[in-house]
């Protein structure tokens, strides 16, 4: 039931940590909602042992999340879910893309699994066209794909001719 840091994401003085729990007995594995703790860079420098001083920790409305981004002071997660029978996921409102509202201490869906056609795999940012590429874990295994989501409105957009994304993501800024 222990978290484990899957990404991290820096943001002025904040460090944001984003962590999967899982539960498994050997045969079986249960995903419980993700956490995103939020530390002071400040802070740690100065303790960095002492990982227990975060600011908030704050639990996700899904599952096993992927990726965390922070763009244009907006906070938002990657969630995968849990898997299917066909060791996809399905494309639901149980993964997508999270907002996270730092005042108030919540997530919520802001692009679900069934406009991105499945589960986050790794997730990037366009920090200027405050757009995010996404790496997408269809229905099936192997059956993956690159959309690009406008952080403002949530729309969707695939990406064709990208083959096998479940490698990893990265956007180059200074190429487009």
């Known amino acids: ?3 484990n840091a899957i990404d991290m994401e820096v943001s002025g003085d904040t460090l944001f940590v984003l962590m999967q729990r899982y539960i498994g007995d050997g045969r ?3 995903y419980p909602k993700g ?4 530390f002071s860079i400040k802070d740690m420098e100065n303790d960095y042992q002492d990982a227990s001083n975060a600011l908030a920790t704050i639990e996700l409305s899904t599952t096993n999340p992927m990726s965390v981004k922070v763009v244009n002071g907006q ?3 990657g969630t995968h879910a849990d898997y299917n029978g066909d060791y996809g996921v399905d494309a639901d409102a149980k993964r997508g893309i999270e907002k996270v509202d730092l005042a108030a201490g919540t997530s919520s869906m802001f692009v679900s699994g069934a406009k991105l056609g499945g589960g986050v795999i790794t997730m990037d940012v366009d920090y200027a066209a405050d757009k995010a590429f996404v790496a997408v874990r269809g229905a099936f295994y192997g059956a993956a794909s690159v959309v690009e989501v406008n952080l403002a409105t949530g729309t969707v957009k695939t990406i064709d ?3 096998d994304p479940e490698g990893g993501l990265s956007y180059d800024a200074k190429s487009g």
Do not use: R
């Open 1 to 3: 039931t222990s978290a």
């Open 28 to 30: 079986n594995i249960t």
């Open 35 to 38: 956490l995103l703790a939020l």
């Open 75 to 77: 906070v938002y997660v």
């Open 161 to 163: 001719g990208l083959n």
